[in-house]
């Protein structure tokens, strides 16, 4: 399979705990994304990288927040000191550079539960 | 399922008829507008775009319309069949030098055999 993956699926913590999802996006693919989404509720964009840099944050994205792409490959969404509101999914998708478009490629996503 | 939620526009279709689930969007500056599917436990699907200067893209069983005047975009779906059953999403592409799409609130299509 040559799609993104992200690992783990799923992750249960204890709140103040941290945790760390990683995400291998499709390997040709310059821009890697991470989303979060609440049951219910669009995706929300967290961040966007651009081979190894980050170019754009959301102010969804607290300081306890962190993300990584060192290598312009896998990338790392790390979060600290987690609280019951961080529960969610957060969903990596990548896409090839070039013009606008509309598709992104999207792995199956972590799932988060803050106990 | 993790998008079954309680609030959720829900469309409820017979296998075989055509569907359409609708999305109002804000930005007017949007350069492409997209229609996502999600089946339960699974990721954002792609399924179709449409550039704004555009008013209709015709995918296969899929049409998405574009009306930039009242700011509605349309996703039909030609006789619907069980699988298309998930959630399904209007997104934005608000900068076409990131792709960084904004997600609108998804419509989840049920097809009753």
């Known amino acids: 399979d040559t799609g993104v993956s992200q690992d783990p699926r799923h992750k249960i913590t204890k709140r103040g705990q941290n945790v760390t999802f990683r995400c291998d996006p499709i390997?040709?693919?310059?821009?890697l994304y991470w989303y979060r989404q609440t049951l219910g509720q669009g995706p929300e964009f967290l961040t966007y990288?651009?081979?190894?840099?980050?170019?754009?944050k959301s102010r969804l994205l607290s300081d306890r927040f962190s993300a990584e792409r060192p290598k312009g490959s896998f990338s790392t969404l790390e979060i600290q000191r987690t609280e019951q509101g961080d529960s969610a999914m957060y969903l990596c998708?990548?896409?090839?550079?070039?013009?606008?478009?509309?598709?992104?490629?999207f792995g199956e996503g972590s799932r988060l539960t803050v106990l | 399922g993790e998008n079954v939620g309680l609030h959720l526009p829900t469309l409820s279709v017979q296998e075989g008829d055509n569907s359409i689930i609708n999305c109002a969007y804000s930005?007017?500056?949007?350069?492409?507008f997209i229609w996502y599917k999600q089946e339960s436990g699974k990721g954002p699907q792609f399924i179709i775009d449409?550039?704004?200067?555009?008013d209709k893209r015709q995918g296969q069983r899929v049409t998405v319309l574009l009306n930039k005047t009242v700011k509605h975009l349309s996703l039909q779906i030609a006789a619907t069949q069980p699988g298309d059953s998930a959630v399904y999403f209007c997104?934005?592409?608000?900068?076409?030098?990131?792709?960084?799409?904004?997600f609108g609130t998804g419509t989840l299509l049920a097809v009753q055999p």
């Open positions: 998708a990548s896409s090839p550079s070039g013009g606008p478009t509309g598709e992104l490629f």
């Open positions: 930005n007017s500056a949007s350069d492409y």
């Open positions: 449409i550039r704004s200067n555009m």
């Open positions: 990288f651009q081979n190894e840099a980050q170019l754009e």
């Open positions: 997104a934005e592409n608000r900068n076409g030098a990131t792709n960084k799409l904004i």
């Open positions: 390997s040709e693919h310059n821009r």
